[in-house]
């Protein structure tokens, strides 16, 4: 507990003097607050159609500007609070002070925890506010559909937080792996259109490549099945293939198994390689 106690004092004196980290940070609160804001005058003036903006029904519009960017801006926090000790040698200077090389990449490990709980955290504290604020009628926290957005939110975080985490231990500059992580994304994407033209037979593997479990997790066609049945309705009505997603479990098992190759392999880079 003491040697937990020293890696949260020494990381948390690391984050305080990182502008950059607090700027990402506060630019996704803004955005997350932002996109509720619409809804929440909507309520106030009377409301409209669809159901109410109140708890549970407040979680389908509340999430999904997040869950679409949250995971990226957590990435980049992630990238801009740990890649530059490298350059900096503020690693170097740990290690030197007494740290092994284990309880830097542990400290980092709780950092990429921690704001993990903060970008989850943010919409679902803006969310609850939103319903207390509303003056459409109250019901419960939340239904199985919305946990299950929760679940996928939660998912796409670590996902994407992983990514930074590895391209950070990796590439140890923070405009280079910002960068290749950006690329990466659009690579993928552009892999994913190209190739099952060629093959059509591949594209339920690609499915299952990081960027398109992300894709996965953002639909809200994926965790509400009400939206999925008016989503292939309308399809079927412009003759286009219905959306088919791959099964729950498959998606959870494979996001947490990239997860923990990502931070396996940051792990093992840090021990080898010289800080």
Same mark, same amino acid.
């Given at each position: 507990m003491k040697?937990?106690?020293t890696?949260l004092?020494i ?6 003097? @990182?502008?950059a980290?607090?700027?990402?940070l ?12 619409p809804n929440?005058?909507?309520a106030l ?10 708890l549970?029904?407040?979680?389908r519009?509340?999430l999904?500007?997040?869950?679409n ?8 926090a992630?990238?801009?609070?740990f890649?530059p ?18 309880h ?17 955290i ?6 609850v ?10 019901g419960?926290f939340? @239904?199985g559909a919305?946990?299950?957005h929760?679940?996928g ?18 590439i140890r500059?923070?405009?280079g792996?910002l960068?290749?992580?950006?690329l990466y ?31 996965t997790?953002t ?16 399809r ?6 219905l959306?088919d ?5 498959a998606?959870v098992?494979?996001?947490?198994g ?14 080898? @390689?010289?800080?």
């Open positions: 040697r937990l106690g890696l004092r990381e948390f004196i690391k984050a305080r003097k @990182r502008p980290l607090w700027l990402t506060g630019v996704f609160i803004f955005f997350t607050v932002v996109t509720v804001l929440l005058v909507r003036e009377g409301g409209g159609p669809g159901p109410p903006f109140a549970p029904w407040i979680w519009a509340v999904q500007p997040p869950i960017m949250g995971p990226f801006f957590l990435a980049a992630m990238i801009l609070l890649a000790e490298f350059g900096w040698k503020t690693a170097g200077q740990n290690v030197i002070d007494g740290l092994a090389k284990e830097l990449f542990f400290g980092k490990l709780i950092t990429f925890a921690l704001l993990l709980a903060a970008f989850f943010v919409p679902i504290v803006t969310g506010a939103a319903s207390i604020i509303s003056p459409e009628p109250t419960t939340a @239904r919305e946990l299950n929760m679940f939110y939660a998912l796409a975080l670590s996902l994407w937080g992983s990514i930074g985490f590895l391209l950070a231990a990796t500059a923070s405009g792996a960068g290749i992580m950006f994304f659009l690579v993928e994407n552009m892999v994913t259109s190209i190739v099952p033209v060629w093959n059509p037979a591949l594209e339920r593997h690609l499915n299952f490549l990081p960027t398109q479990l992300f894709d997790l639909r809200t066609e994926f965790h509400y099945p009400d939206a999925l049945a008016r989503a292939n309705e309308q079927a009505a412009m003759g286009q293939p959306l997603f791959p099964d729950h479990g998606v098992a494979s996001v947490l990239f997860v923990a190759l990502f931070v396996g392999v940051s792990f093992v880079t840090m021990r080898k @390689r010289d800080l």
